[in-house]
């Protein structure tokens, strides 16, 4: 049993503050801990269940949050960025029975703590095929691309309740209650790990599951970015056509070049904001 599993840092327990999510912050190097805490406990779970390969790409800004002597040892690291598929990079390079979602977040446009979409200072919303999309719907839908279900989500109260109907086949663990946008009432470290152990476990005991898709070809993304000069400069990207002024809109056969779209459209932001 192979596993993949994408990390995040803004579901993690204890997490609830932009400046934990910013490299330079004191509290950045309690909140990557905690994050590391957590993937640890997932691969510990799929260890109890007899997972023979497990790699987790670190997927959250720089990429390069997870220390690799931190991550126990029967874990490969994808870290560092750009990189083509982003959260989901090295998915296809095998034939994966599962992926998980750990510290994952609500997504732009939904009530969650530190809910955003790819790129908070960037990205206003993401629709695909005219649907509100999350990080979650975006890495889901391209695992199933992959031939890959989605068995595992955790995170916050409204990431589970935003799966409930999108991932129903996917156990949902919810480490914290959201508060406020920048609030949380967390459980501790150890009881979400412990909870993230067990649901780990449980997600894979009954075997492979099938991937269950929720969108078809083609896929049209629609873009709302944060200010019309984002807009200016994703409509620079070859296939790309402008919608409004704030929005860029992308039509692809593929899940994959829907992400890449977003990666470069984000990195692009970069020079702008
Ligand atoms: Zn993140």
Same mark, same amino acid.
């Given at each position: ?32 801990? /905690? ?135 996917? /156990? ?102």
């Amino acid at each position: 049993m192979k596993l993949f599993i994408v990390a995040d840092i803004e579901g993690v327990a204890g997490v609830a503050r932009p400046e934990q999510c910013r490299p330079g912050n004191p509290e950045y190097e309690l909140a990557r801990a /905690l994050m590391e805490g957590e993937v640890n406990a997932a691969i510990e779970g799929a260890i109890d269940s007899g997972a023979t390969r497990i790699v987790v790409a670190d997927s959250h800004a720089s990429m390069s949050n997870l220390r690799a002597d931190h991550i126990h040892p029967f874990a490969e690291l994808v870290h560092g960025k750009p990189r083509r598929f982003s959260m989901a990079e090295g998915l296809a390079d095998d034939e994966f029975d599962a992926i998980a979602f750990i510290g994952l977040h609500a997504p732009a446009g939904v009530a969650g703590v530190l809910a955003h979409t790819i790129n908070g200072r960037a990205f206003h919303r993401v629709e695909l095929n005219g649907e509100l999309v999350g990080e979650t719907d975006l890495y889901a839908a391209y695992a199933c691309e992959c031939g890959v279900p989605l068995v595992l989500v955790s995170g916050d109260d409204r990431l589970a309740a935003w799966g409930e109907e999108r991932h129903p086949q996917a /156990l949902r663990v919810v480490v914290k209650q959201m508060q406020a946008t920048w609030s949380a009432r967390s459980l501790s470290p150890q009881a979400s790990r412990e909870r993230i152990r067990q649901a780990m476990r449980d997600a894979l005991a009954g075997g492979r599951g099938e991937p269950q898709p929720r969108f078809f070809a083609p896929y049209r993304l629609k873009l709302v970015a944060t200010q019309p000069v984002l807009a200016d400069a994703f409509s620079m990207l070859p296939g790309v056509e402008r919608l409004d002024a704030q929005s860029i809109g992308f039509t692809s056969n593929t899940v994959g070049e829907t992400i890449a779209l977003l990666g470069a459209a984000s990195l692009l932001a970069g020079s702008l904001i």
